[in-house]
């Protein structure tokens, strides 16, 4: 998977798209499918079409998003604790904060699988908060 930074990405992805492409990243993964520069401008756009996604990349609706990656999920609702362990049929998407700044991340077993940036501050110098953990449907 491409990261956000990638230039072929438009600049709402580059600056807000994190939780974005963790989303996209673990419905590739659990589907066994790639998504590329086309696929995720695709998607992006059609989930500012439906509500999921606002202009500036923030995440208002994840399980359609997921859905519109053809991965369906149901989510917890709830910024989850570090501690919390996610399931077998479980996906997480970690939330890291280093002073100001505040990052997305893809995570597998309580660890960074996946991180939108590359190598970000927010993951290297910060701390995990919270998780979003979603159930595969």
Known sequence: MILQTSPE???????NGCYFMSILFLAGQKSCQSFHTE????????????????KDCFVDDPEGIFSLAGLPVQY?????????????????ILYYRWSKDGHFVAGKDGL???????M???????????KRIFKVL
């Open 9 to 15: 990405l438009d600049r709402q992805i580059k600056k």
């Open 39 to 54: 696929d995720i401008m695709r998607i992006k756009d059609e989930a500012i079409k439906k509500g999921y996604l606002k």
């Open 76 to 92: 917890t609702d709830t910024h989850e604790p570090p501690s919390r362990i996610a399931e077998s049929d479980e996906l997480e």
């Open 112 to 118: 960074v699988a996946y991180d939108p940036m590359g």
């Open 120 to 130: 970000s501050n927010s993951v290297q110098l910060g701390e995990l908060q919270s």
